[in-house]
Structures are given as structure tokens and as C-alpha cells.
Nanobody
Framework: QVQLVESGGGLVQAGGSLRLSCRTS????????MNWYRQAPGKPRDLVAV???????TYADSVKGRFTIYRDNARSMLYLQMNSLGLEETADYYC?????????WGRGTQVTVTS
């Protein structure tokens, strides 16, 4: 059974940092491409960052230079380091992977950026 569990969200002041984590099970993690998405209230879910199984990364333009996606294959963990957070980045953050053409999502972790 594939499970993705996000953690690390919370309240942070604008300009601050947070590190999100995604604990995975039920997948061959070192072979998996992994994604972070976010969904702000009343808005669609948007892709934030991607890391392939060879470690290459891609970012949404809005987070380039501030967010870093990385992985620990030994621990089957995915991370998102977020720096210089802005108010507009208040959202639920989700990790996602695909296995056998099926998408798997965690339940998300809430990030609230305050002024």
C-alpha cells in the first residue's frame, strides 16, 4: 500500500523559512519521481517542484532560487526547503508520486505565512 505523509507545515512570518517533509512507504522510492504541489484557498493545485529518480530538479518560476526540493533515498524521504516565504504562499502543500500510471497523494500539510 502506497502511503505519503507530509509534515513540517505551520505558521511562519513573511520572509521566514520552513522545511517540509514527505515520508513514503509502499514504493521503490529510489526509482520514483517525486513532486511537491500546493493549493491555496479557492485556487487550483499547482506544481511547485519536481525531483526525478536521478536527482534532477525542476521548479515553478515563482519559487526558483528560494525553494529546494531534495530526497533521501536511504530513508525514503522527500523534502522541500522553503526560504523567503511570501504571504501568497499560504497553502496546503502536498507530495505526489506515480506508480503504475496511478497518482498517489498525501493528505497535505498546511503552511500559513503571516505578516
Amino acid at each position: 500500500q502506497v502511503q505519503l505523509v507530509e509534515s513540517g507545515g505551520g505558521l511562519v512570518q513573511a520572509g521566514g523559512s520552513l522545511r517540509l517533509s514527505c515520508r513514503t512507504s509502499g514504493i521503490a522510492f529510489k526509482y520514483a519521481h517525486m513532486n511537491w504541489y500546493r493549493q491555496a484557498p479557492g485556487k487550483p493545485r499547482d506544481l511547485v517542484a519536481v525531483i526525478s529518480n536521478n536527482g534532477s530538479t525542476t521548479y515553478a518560476d515563482s519559487v526558483k532560487g528560494r525553494f529546494t526540493i531534495y530526497r533521501d533515498n536511504a530513508r525514503s524521504m522527500l523534502y522541500l526547503q522553503m526560504n523567503s516565504l511570501g504571504l501568497e504562499e499560504t497553502a496546503d502543500y502536498y507530495c505526489r508520486t506515480t506508480r503504475r500510471s496511478r497518482n498517489f497523494w498525501g493528505r497535505g500539510t498546511q503552511v500559513t505565512v503571516t505578516s
